[in-house]
Antibody, heavy 120, light 110 residues
């Protein structure tokens, strides 16, 4: 079974750093793009960026460029989303999802989501 | 890269058909046949219900259908059922392996 398992909920203070993870299984890790999607409380989905684990090729939405870093650890088959200095406005649910090139690059498998709360 | 425009809400009675629009530009919706639609129930992760404008993944009801004309994509739900009450989001390629979501539509079954 193909699945993406994300790390657990986080509660942080403004200015803290944070790295959350997404661990795919059930398929060849290096063969499909993985992306991150933000959903702020009560709001819609926002596309943040995407990474190809095979060669670490990474693209960002202009809205998130410079605000977050997407990375991969091929030795551990894990994709990461990190912040160097969190703001209260980073409070949201973050999903990782797999892009399936055989489905017109649709996101066919989603992680369970990681809740990030930033509060002083 | 602005969010694609969707109506905030659409409602219908059981058995009726409803259509949700998703309007972008020639740089996203109009430029690529890579529009997908996602259904999200409260507290759940989104689920793909349409890809490549009008294709359904295995297991998705044929009551869901998609289309596109110019810079506007559409999702039609026919034979509306109570279980269809959810949020719906379109998503389009914006070139260079980047993507953009729609603003989202809340579907209410009356």
């Amino acid at each position: 079974e193909v699945q993406l398992v994300q790390s657990g909920a986080q509660v942080k203070k403004p200015g803290d750093s944070l790295k959350i993870s997404c661990k795919p299984s059930g398929y060849s890790f290096t063969s499909s793009w993985i992306e991150w999607v933000r959903q702020m409380p009560g709001k819609g989905l926002e596309w943040m960026g995407i990474i190809f684990p095979g060669d670490s090729d990474t693209r960002y939405s202009p809205s998130f460029q410079g605000q977050v870093t997407i990375s991969v650890d091929r030795s551990d088959s894990t994709v990461y989303l990190q912040w160097s200095s969190l703001k209260a406005s980073d409070t949201a649910m973050y999903y990782c999802a797999r892009r399936n090139s055989k489905m017109g690059s649709a996101m066919d498998v989603w992680g369970q989501g990681t809740t990030v709360t930033v509060s002083s | 890269q602005s969010a694609l425009t969707q109506p905030a809400s659409v409602s219908g009675s059981p058995g009726q058909s409803i259509t949700i629009s998703c309007t972008g530009t020639s740089s996203d919706v109009g430029g690529y046949n890579l529009v997908s639609w996602y259904q999200q129930h409260p507290g759940k992760a989104p689920k793909v219900i349409i890809y490549e404008v009008n294709k359904r993944p295995s297991g998705v009801s044929n009551r869901f259908s998609g289309s596109k004309s110019g810079n506007t994509a559409s999702l039609t739900i026919s034979g509306l059922q109570a279980e269809d009450e959810a949020d719906y989001f379109c998503c389009s390629s914006a070139g260079g392996n980047t993507y953009v979501f729609g603003s989202g539509t809340r579907v209410t079954v009356l």
